[in-house]
């Protein structure tokens, strides 16, 4: 190899570097901003008075509580305003753990429930589900 392709190649090798160690330093690249990859169930119980949904993580990443959202129609529930639905400030939301949420206090048929990663001023939609009209 010439001592001239050498060089070039060191040269690239360099700028391509100093421009991923630019995008991090700038913030360019937020990695703390992905949404988790987590998997949710959902289960309705229309046989309970009041009626609940059981919305459960089965897998995936755990979510940092402080970072989830359950939002209805008509209310968002996090971990500073709902603690009694299964929210635990600061603490994690992983595989086993499940949120409980009342018809009439928290939900009503019909509604679009939707689970959103939040991070400040951004959100992302991990899951939702629509309940169904029931008479």
């Known amino acids: 190899m010439s001592p001239v392709i050498g060089v070039i190649l060191m040269v690239a090798i360099t700028v391509i570097l100093a421009a991923v160690v630019a995008a991090f330093v700038f913030n360019i690249a937020e990695l703390d901003d992905v949404p988790p990859t987590t ?75 939707q689970i959103v990663f939040s991070t400040g001023d951004t959100g992302a939609l991990l899951d939702e589900i629509e309940i169904p009209e029931f008479e």
Request: hydrophobic content about 35%; proline content about 3%; aromatic content about 10%.
């Open 39 to 113: 998997r949710f169930e959902f289960e309705l119980d229309t046989d309970a008075d009041p009626e609940t949904l059981t919305i459960s993580v089965t897998s995936g990443d755990a979510i940092d509580a402080d970072n989830l959202e359950i939002q209805t129609d008509d209310e968002t529930f996090d971990a500073d305003n709902h603690p009694e639905n299964g929210f635990v400030q600061g603490g994690q939301f992983a595989a086993g753990n499940s949120i409980v949420l009342v018809r009439g206090e928290d939900f009503e048929f019909g509604d679009t429930v």
